[in-house]
C-alpha cells in the first residue's frame, strides 16, 4: 500500500489549504497531526464506501474530509489557526476492516507527512 500526501504549506491564520493523499487501494483512511514532543493525534476520517466521515472536535465545522473514486482521499481545511500547525500524515487501515478509527495503533499504512504553518 502507497500513499503519498501533498498539498501542505504556509498560510495565514483564517486561510484554507487543501490537502491530498493518493492510495494505491481503496480502504478505510484518516488524517492524524503532530507537532514537536506531542502524541500523534486523529483529525479526521472516513470509511472505505466513503458514506460515514469523522471529525475531532478541535477542527469540527472547520475540515472536511472526502474522497473520490480514484482512491484519493483529501482534507479541505479551512479558517486555519495557528494551533492547526503540523506535520499532516494521512494513514490507511488494513483490507481487514471498513470503519474508522480514532487510535493511531490501528492504522497500518501511512503516507510521509506534509508540513502546515498557519502564521499569526
Known amino acids: 500500500v502507497q500513499l503519498q500526501a501533498s498539498g501542505g504549506g504556509l498560510v495565514q491564520a483564517g486561510g484554507s489549504l487543501r490537502l491530498s493523499c493518493a492510495a494505491s487501494?481503496?480502504?478505510?483512511m484518516a488524517w492524524f497531526r503532530q507537532t514537536p514532543g506531542k502524541e500523534r493525534e486523529f483529525v479526521a476520517g472516513?470509511?472505505?464506501?466513503?458514506?460515514?466521515k469523522y471529525h475531532a472536535a478541535s477542527v469540527r465545522g472547520r475540515f472536511t474530509i472526502n474522497r473520490d473514486a480514484r482512491n484519493a482521499v483529501y482534507l479541505q481545511m479551512s479558517s486555519l489557526k495557528p494551533e492547526d500547525t503540523a506535520v499532516y500524515y494521512c494513514?490507511?487501515?488494513?483490507?481487514?476492516?471498513?470503519?474508522?478509527?480514532?487510535?493511531?495503533?490501528?492504522?497500518?499504512?501511512w503516507g510521509p507527512g506534509t508540513q502546515v504553518t498557519v502564521s499569526s
Open positions: 487501494g481503496r480502504y478505510a
Open positions: 494513514a490507511a487501515r488494513s483490507e481487514s476492516y471498513n470503519t474508522v478509527s480514532f487510535a493511531r495503533n490501528d492504522y497500518d499504512y
Open positions: 472516513i470509511t472505505y464506501q466513503g458514506g460515514n
